[in-house]
């Protein structure tokens, strides 16, 4: 079977057609709502769930597919009469490894905060490790570099000759000669890893993303290159997506990551513009500073409740964000954390949250609702200032958290009601009304209802 991954599509009203020249296709291959003609000519219908059909209307909780697809989503009510999760999507050249919650572990999150996003983890079916790039003319030549504890085989895709990368570290990285590709165009590089392998990025000014560069120095011209990869699919042996790993990759708009990676570092997606989705495998256990910083893009990321710690500015200027789950195992929301993600709807902090950072959810346009659980002890300076939207909130803390500054809930919109819980003796909305700090806002404080 050919394994052209670029399809092409018709649309002649509400029937599409593929262009199936390239590649195989039968029904459980095309997502719903896709028809395409088999090899003797026949129209056939698709039955498979899967990004490429359409997203089902968002609910209370979203099964999403790795590009940020809606496959399936049930109100609360649904989701608890549920016994099994929902059947996974299929891909042709991935193989699901499942969704990144235990159908135990949401149902329990559900109960308890009333909402969930839940993503769709994949490993290539081969093992090896896609990167799609997109060559135009006159860069043509580059180099390719990881950091193996084994090595990493190098198939350029364009039938040459493969190269080998040998190392013992997942720290250091080895780097490839030049490849000389004879046109430009589209290709997939596979990685073959025997062992372990780590992605690799670099700071340095005019260097950045480690995948792919014109030269292992600082230059110019390797910014070329990084934005050359358009999608990764990610295969067996990788165990990390390092420090600055997709750093400036402006065009990648799609990866996807098995849970054989454990960690999530520093600017790994940092300024990828392009990246619209992404699946947090369940045994990642931290997101580290800036990981998506500036990743205009990017409207939903699905994390699991494996993850107990998220950054400082790892969501900072996520412009389009809208949906993000953050689940109980999270103790605390770092600085700078979700500021100016404008499209961020509504926030729950988890009873897991003990302190909410400086400017952590500041300017959060579109916020209108936030739920703060009662064992949040500390808010920081401007954590929800200018966040001019929000009608609602609730705070579920009887002792009033340590509020650092009367600046924290700056530009309150007129409206805004901060609700706290209701006491028989009020003693409770007393003890916020006068605490420090919280004084400023008592105006705008009530009980929540009996």
């Known amino acids: 079977m050919a394994t052209n991954p670029y399809v092409n599509k018709v649309v002649f009203g509400n029937i599409t057609l593929i262009d199936t020249s390239n590649v195989t296709v039968t029904p459980d291959k095309l997502a719903d709502g896709y028809t395409a003609l088999d090899a003797s000519g026949a129209l056939i219908t698709g039955t498979a769930k899967s990004g490429g059909g359409g997203s089902v209307p968002a609910k209370d909780v979203n099964f999403r597919d790795y590009d940020g697809t809606i496959v399936n989503a049930y109100t609360k009510a649904e989701f608890a009469a549920l016994t099994a999760m929902p059947d996974n999507p299929s891909h042709e050249g991935l193989t699901s490894q499942g969704w990144n919650w235990s159908f135990a572990d949401a149902q329990a999150y559900v109960a308890k905060y009333g909402r969930l996003e839940i993503g769709q983890m994949y490993i290539t079916d081969d093992g090896k490790t ?62 073959t890893v025997t062992g372990s392998m780590r992605f690799y990025g670099n700071d340095s000014s005019n260097q950045y993303s480690g995948l792919l560069r014109y030269t292992s120095s600082a230059d110019g011209r390797n910014s070329i290159y990084r934005n050359t990869i358009r999608r990764v699919e990610i295969g067996s042996g990788v165990t990390s997506i390092g420090d600055n790993s997709f750093y400036y990759c402006y ?35 931290s997101i ?73 959810i500041y300017q959060c346009v579109t916020l209108a609702s936030v ?41 309150i919109p007129a409206d805004c009601i901060i609700y706290v819980p209701y006491s028989a003796d009020h003693s409770v909305l007393d003890a916020y009304k006068t605490a420090a700090n919280w004084s400023t806002y008592a105006s705008k404080m009530q009980e929540e209802p009996e």
């Open 288 to 360: 580290s500073s800036n990981a998506f910083y500036y990743c205009y893009s990017l409207t939903s990321i699905t994390i699991p409740d494996s993850v107990t710690s998220i950054g400082t500015y790892a969501f900072y200027y996520c412009y389009t964000l809208a949906s993000v789950t953050i689940p109980d195992s999270v103790t605390r929301i770092g600085n700078y954390t979700f500021r100016n993600c404008y499209g961020l709807a509504s926030v729950t902090i988890p009873d897991s949250v003990t302190s909410i950072g400086n400017y952590s």
């Open 371 to 411: 739920t703060i659980h009662d064992s949040v002890t500390s808010i920081g300076e401007n954590a929800f200032s200018s966040c001019t939207g929000v009608a609602e909130y609730h705070l579920v803390p009887t002792t009033p958290p340590t509020l650092a500054n009367t600046n924290a809930f700056n530009s």
């Open 251 to 285: 065009s990648l708009t799609s990866i996807t990551i098995p849970d054989s990676v454990t960690s999530i570092s520093n600017n790994a997606f940092r300024n990828c513009y392009g990246l619209a989705s992404v699946t947090i495998p369940d045994r990642v256990w």
């Open 130 to 191: 896609r990167v799609y790039i997109h060559l135009e003319q006159g860069r043509t030549s580059p180099m390719l570099g990881v950091c193996p504890n084994g090595t990493v085989d190098v198939d350029w895709g364009d039938g040459t000759a493969h190269d080998t990368l040998t190392g013992t570290s997942t720290s250091t990285v080895k780097w490839t000669p030049n490849h000389a590709y004879a046109a430009p165009g589209d290709y997939v590089i596979k990685l």
